[in-house]
Each structure stands twice: as structure tokens, then as C-alpha cells.
């Protein structure tokens, strides 16, 4: 006998007919990509992935990162016959603390004898014959004893949820706008869950903005990277834009004008990177720039696609999500963005695409963009 990872991936690959083997055929690289510094091999036992390796903990907590994985099972592997499934079965049930339970068998190996509900039978039987607490419940137990019969026999009954999605890589790519918020990392880890290829850009108004800012968006790349494998970082300097905005422009434009030079630069790097996609944190109405009529406006200077996964979530959904991704301690920092520093106290919620461009027209807008890309870093 020996112990494995049953590696159950998302339904959603199943229905993607001849293309299904593309995206299968990506979710192992990811894994095997995952798992390139340990000690690991992966079986195959007719069409079911099993990892092997020398400590499970590490190995389920690694899977349960990976898009496109939906179920992570710890399994005993054992021959192929009644007798060895029967003892394993009943192993098995003790380790749990339930005292109901339901045998349930998938027999692929056909040249198995009987059908899938004889062997659930005799099973369930031998296990009540051996033991006095359990007793069976087909319709709502407390544990399941899961049997799949393929070459070898596979008994199990611990089952951990993936997060589930696309394999990551498998959708295009985008530019993820991320700020030190809450909401953007829960953006980016949306979009990655559906197999886009995350880059992040940070916005950095250096010296109104400390370093230490510019760290805690390099932590929360670093937690999203848990989930990607590898992930790009621009950090572009935007306090002249800033200024420049200030000091030219009303004060109840300056965040919507703000966040168009945003979306300019966002797109500039993607084209010069052959990214085909913008991501934001925003949500309707959340804040005063995120109305319907800001968000047209700030569209109005996009040259691709922009995606904003969290448009109709509410903001405790959203803490919800980045506290289960590992985000919102960090989030909450109290280090401040470009995005809270400068705010006026009355910004334009219903700004109208023509004023504004009349607005920003009085400044260098492409030369302002050459600067700041020109002298963006990079980190990875």
C-alpha cells in the first residue's frame, strides 16, 4: 500500500471537447512546475492524476494554490481485489469520527467482478460486521468510504476543495492596476482563477508615498504569486502627473483625471509587454470615482479590454475573498497609495467624457506618459 494525492480537476475542463486536452495538458505543467523543488512523481491510472511525494501536508497545501484544481483527495493505493479493498475500507472508516457513513464505488476496471453497488454492498456489510459504532446512512452520513477500482484500488474518505476555476495561462493575460487596498489583490486572484496571466503596474508618488507602501504591494504581488507560480510588477512613478494635475486642473476633476492617465500608462505597458488585457479592483458605486459615469469616462482612454471582476460585489464579500486568499492583513497596513493621497473633498460623480477631455487637454498628456513608463521598475 501506499498513500497519494488524488488530483480532481475542475468540471469545467470536461466540457471542452477537443480542446480539453490543451487545458489538461497545462494544469500538469502548473502542477509539475509547483512541485519542481521536491521530491514528487506523477501517476496516471486511466485518466486519474495521483502525486505521489514524501509529505502529504506539504503537498495538499501546494495543491489546493493551483487553479484549475478542484478536489484534492489523500488516497490508499492497493491491489485490485475484494479482499484487500474490504480491509482498507474498514481502516479507513475507523480513522474517522463519524458514526454514519456510505460506501461508494466507482468501478472503471470493468474486468472487475460484479457491479459498482455489489462491491459498495459487500464493503458496507464486512464494515458493519467489524465494528459496533458505525452504522450506515445512504442519505445524509457523517463520512463517506469512497472505492474507485481502476489497475489498483483506491480507497479514501478525506477530500479537500481546490479553488476550483481555470488551469492559470490557459485565458490571455492582463495588467493588473494594484494598489496597497483590499480590493485589488481579490481582482487579480479572480482573474487568475479564471486562467488569465496576471501583471500588476503600482502607481508610486514618491515622496508622499513611503517605500514601505511600495513593499506592502510587492507582499501582496508575493501572496498572489502563491497562486500564478510567477508574476510581473511595474512600479511607476506617478507624482509628477500628479502635480501636474494640481496644479492645472479643478480640484473636483482631479481624480477622475488621475485615473485616466492611470488607464493611459496601464494600456501603454501592456502594449509594450503583449498584454492583451486592463484589470481593476473597482466596484460599482463603492467610492466616488467607481459611479457608472466615472467609469465610462475612465474607459474613454482604454485601447483594450478593462475587467473589473469585483464590479458588483459588496465590500464585505470582498474582505471575505482576501481574507481567505491571505490579502487583507496586509491590505490594511495603514500605508497610504497615490489613490488617498491628494482626494478632494467633493469629487465629480457624474463626470461627462467631453468636459474632461477639455479639462486634461491643457496638459502635456503624452509626454507625461513617455516619462513615467520610461522610468518604471520592474520586479518579478
Not at 52 to 60: H, P, S, T
Not at 76 to 96: P, R, V
Not at 238 to 264: G, P, V, Y
Not at 283 to 299: H, K, W, Y
Amino acid at each position: 500500500m501506499r498513500k497519494l494525492l488524488l488530483v480532481k480537476y475542475a468540471p469545467e475542463i470536461f466540457l471542452k471537447g477537443l480542446n480539453k486536452g490543451k487545458f489538461e495538458r497545462k494544469l500538469k505543467g502548473n502542477i509539475e512546475n509547483t512541485f519542481k523543488d521536491s521530491r514528487y512523481s506523477f501517476v496516471v491510472d486511466q485518466g486519474r492524476w495521483f502525486i505521489e511525494c514524501d509529505n502529504l501536508k506539504d503537498g495538499i497545501k501546494k495543491l489546493k494554490n493551483i487553479c484549475g484544481i478542484s478536489e484534492i483527495c489523500v488516497v490508499d493505493e492497493i491491489d485490485s481485489d475484494i479482499e484487500s479493498i474490504k480491509k482498507q475500507a474498514l481502516s479507513n472508516a475507523l480513522k474517522n469520527e463519524g458514526k454514519t457513513f456510505k460506501v461508494v464505488t466507482k468501478r472503471a476496471n470493468k474486468n472487475f467482478p460484479g457491479t459498482s453497488m455489489d462491491v459498495s454492498r459487500e464493503v458496507g456489510a464486512y464494515i458493519l460486521q467489524n465494528t459496533e459504532r458505525l452504522s450506515v446512512d445512504v442519505r445524509k452520513p457523517d463520512f463517506f468510504v469512497n472505492i474507485e477500482i481502476r489497475d489498483k484500488a483506491y480507497v479514501y474518505s478525506k477530500r479537500i476543495k481546490g479553488i476550483g476555476g481555470m488551469p492559470y495561462g490557459t485565458n490571455g493575460s492582463t495588467i493588473l492596476m494594484l494598489s496597497g487596498g483590499i480590493d485589488s489583490p481579490v481582482a487579480g486572484y479572480m482573474m487568475a482563477r479564471r486562467g488569465v496571466r496576471l501583471n500588476c503596474v503600482y502607481f508610486h508618488s514618491h515622496p508622499y508615498t513611503s517605500e514601505r507602501a511600495k513593499e506592502k504591494v510587492k507582499e501582496l504581488a508575493g501572496v498572489l504569486k502563491k497562486y500564478t507560480g510567477s508574476i510581473s510588477l511595474y512600479v511607476v512613478p506617478f507624482t509628477k502627473i500628479q502635480m501636474s494635475i494640481i496644479e492645472n486642473c479643478r480640484e473636483d476633476e482631479l481624480t477622475i483625471i488621475m485615473r485616466r492617465f492611470m488607464m493611459r500608462i496601464a494600456c501603454n505597458l501592456a502594449e509594450r509587454h503583449g498584454i492583451n488585457s486592463v484589470t481593476t479592483g473597482e466596484s460599482i458605486g463603492q467610492v466616488a470615482s467607481q459611479t457608472m459615469e466615472g467609469l465610462v469616462v475612465s474607459n474613454d482612454v482604454a485601447d483594450r479590454p478593462v475587467f473589473r471582476p469585483l464590479i458588483a460585489m459588496d465590500k464585505v464579500d470582498i474582505m471575505d475573498v482576501a481574507r481567505q486568499i491571505g490579502t487583507y492583513e496586509i491590505s490594511i497596513l495603514p500605508y497610504e497609495d497615490c489613490c488617498t493621497i491628494f482626494v478632494p473633498k467633493h469629487p465629480k460623480i457624474k463626470p461627462r467624457v467631453e468636459e474632461i477631455r477639455k479639462a486634461e487637454s491643457v496638459l502635456d498628456i503624452d509626454a507625461l506618459v513617455k516619462e513615467s513608463v520610461e522610468n518604471t521598475e520592474f520586479f518579478s
